[in-house]
Nanobody
Framework: QVQLVESGGGLVQVGGSLRLSCAASGRTFSNYVMGWFRQAPGKEREFVAAISKLGGSRYYADSVKGRFTISRDNAKNMVYLQMNSLKPEDTAVYYC????????????????????WGQGTQVTVSS
């Protein structure tokens, strides 16, 4: 079991930046693949970014590639999402998620693979 708590959301203007943080507690953090998802009003929850257990591999949705960066600090049980050049379409509730990874298993970006979720943090980009 792992508990996830997001922070860092807020209101930002177009072109601005925000850094989301996710604090994890519970089982060994470095055993988990970590991901960020988001859900806008009336839309499905969608994948944003994921990072492998030791941080060596990172994956991004095409819509955020080049603007967002996912990172993790296993010593602090933290995962981050640095969001730059924000657009109105980035407005959503952002969720931190995790699943336990076995050995050299490939990182999965499908929402249903993730077992643990935070409560979400609102990001609003105003034009």
């Amino acid at each position: 079991q792992v508990q996830l708590v997001e922070s860092g959301g807020g209101l930002v203007q177009v072109g601005g930046s925000l850094r989301l943080s996710c604090a994890a507690s519970g089982r060994t953090f470095s055993n988990y693949v970590m991901g960020w998802f988001r859900q806008a009003p009336g839309k499905e929850r969608e994948f944003v970014a994921a990072i492998s257990k030791l941080g060596g591999s990172r994956y991004y949705a095409d819509s955020v590639k080049g603007r967002f960066t996912i990172s993790r600090d296993n010593a602090k049980n933290m995962v981050y999402l640095q969001m730059n050049s924000l657009k109105p379409e980035d407005t959503a509730v952002y969720y931190c998620a995790a699943y336990p990874s076995r050995g050299a298993e490939m990182v999965v970006t499908t929402r249903t693979r993730y077992d643990y979720w935070g409560q979400g943090t609102q990001v609003t980009v105003s034009s």
